[in-house]
Structures are given as C-alpha cells and as structure tokens.
C-alpha cells in the first residue's frame, strides 16, 4: 500500500492541479450554463465515469502505449473536440427554448450521463496526464505498482469530482439566478454553447502531444 506521506503529497498536488479551469471545467460550466445545475452535475459524474478507464489504461500499462501513439492520440483528440463542437451548437441552436419546467420534459439523466461519459473518454490527454503524473508518486516496495496507479487515479478522480460538482453548482446557481428574463436566459445558454465550440476548436488545434 502507498506510504500515506506520499498519498497525501499526492492529494495535495491533485488539489492544485485541479484548482486550475481547465478542458474538464470548462466544458462542466458549458453545461451548467446552458442546461442549469442538475446537466451540470450529471455531466461531471458522466465526465468522470468516462475517465476510469484511462485510469484502468494506465494503471494495466496500456496508456502509455496509446499516450507514446501519435495517431492513436490525434484520433482520440478530433473525435472528443468534434463531439464538444456538436454539443455546444446544439446549446446555440436551442438557447431560446425557455418554455416553463412544468411543460417541458428535462433531458434525461442517462442521456446527460452518456455526454458526460463520451467526453471524459475521449479527452487523449487525461491518459497523457496519469501517464506522466502517476508514476511520480508510487513506491515499488510498498507493493503492486498496478495497484498503486489504480488508487492514485482513483484517488484523483474522486477529488475531481468534487471540486468539478462545485463548479457545476456555481455555474447554475448563476443560471437560476438570470432565469426571471428569458433575454439573459438566452445569452446564457448561449455562452455556454460558445464556451463549448470554443473548447472543441482549442482541443483541436494543440499539438499532438505536450
């Protein structure tokens, strides 16, 4: 089992990492925005379901063959931006859709888990990242080094997804409170939509590989 000096050296730095908006975060406020704070939320879990198995990847070794592939990468990357592309015009073309609650039947919470899901599976940089970053912190003599990845990236997402439902949360919370003028509903959704495209071009365009 890892050193609990390590673990916590591990937590900490995870906090600061995820302290700091970044693709994950962005696309979370994205939904928050545009669809209120149970999508948003719903869109972290899907989001951090779709992460296990990068985590699973990495932790068995397969990550750091599909992290060391440059198609496999490039691949995985235009799909994921293509589908945040998708999402965020659906949110553009359906932003002055603000008939009441009561009339309207909400998204369903397997359908926001799904977009979630797909998004965090096709982020190529989360295996980047717990390629990189897991290793630093595992202890060979404290035993398994697959079991140790398994708890660290575990450890990670739980983290994430607590801070991510935080952003969520503030994100629609900021929705509700501008839902008394269908205007600002709209410009809302909106933004959230364009924060999404936005995101989608930005994945696109990096480099294959940091």
């Given at each position: 089992?890892?050193?609990?000096?390590?673990?916590?050296?591990?937590a900490?730095?995870?906090i600061?990492?995820?302290?700091?908006?970044?693709?994950?975060v962005?696309?979370?406020?994205?939904?928050?925005?545009?669809?209120?704070?149970?999508?948003?939320?719903?869109?972290?879990?899907?989001?951090?379901?779709?992460?296990?198995?990068?985590?699973?990847?990495?932790?068995?070794?397969?990550?750091?063959?599909?992290?060391?592939?440059?198609?496999a990468?490039?691949?995985?990357?235009?799909?994921?931006?293509?589908?945040?592309?998708?999402?965020?015009v659906?949110?553009?073309?359906?932003?002055?859709?603000?008939?009441?609650?009561?009339?309207?039947?909400?998204?369903?919470?397997?359908?926001?888990?799904?977009?979630?899901?797909?998004?965090?599976?096709?982020?190529?940089?989360?295996?980047?990242?717990?390629?990189?970053?897991?290793?630093?912190?595992?202890?060979p003599?404290?035993?398994?080094?697959?079991?140790?990845?398994?708890?660290?990236?575990?450890?990670?997402?739980?983290?994430?997804?607590?801070?991510?439902?935080?952003?969520?949360?503030?994100?629609?919370?900021?929705?509700?409170?501008?839902?008394?003028s269908?205007?600002?509903?709209?410009?809302?959704?909106?933004?959230?939509?364009?924060?999404?495209?936005?995101?989608?071009?930005?994945?696109?365009?990096?480099?294959?590989?940091?």
């Amino acid at each position: 089992m890892i050193p609990l000096d390590s673990l916590v050296a591990f937590a900490v730095a995870s906090i600061v990492i995820i302290a700091i908006p970044g693709p994950s975060v962005l696309f979370v406020i994205g939904r928050s925005l545009s669809l209120g704070r149970r999508a948003g939320v719903l869109s972290v879990v899907g989001n951090a379901l779709g992460t296990v198995p990068a985590v699973l990847a990495v932790a068995f070794g397969v990550g750091a063959i599909v992290a060391s592939s440059v198609v496999a990468f490039t691949l995985i990357k235009i799909v994921g931006a293509a589908y945040l592309v998708w999402l965020g015009v659906q949110a553009i073309r359906h932003r002055h859709d603000h008939v009441p609650d009561a009339d309207r039947a909400p998204a369903s919470a397997a359908k926001l888990l799904r977009q979630g899901f797909i998004v965090g599976l096709t982020n190529p940089k989360t295996i980047a990242f717990f390629v990189a970053v897991l290793p630093q912190f595992v202890v060979p003599a404290a035993g398994p080094v697959w079991a140790q990845l398994l708890l660290l990236g575990l450890t990670f997402q739980t983290l994430a997804l607590v801070c991510d439902s935080v952003w969520a949360l503030a994100a629609g919370t900021a929705r509700a409170w501008f839902a008394h003028s269908p205007r600002r509903m709209s410009t809302l959704s909106g933004t959230g939509g364009v924060m999404m495209i936005g995101l989608g071009g930005t994945l696109a365009l990096t480099g294959a590989k940091s």
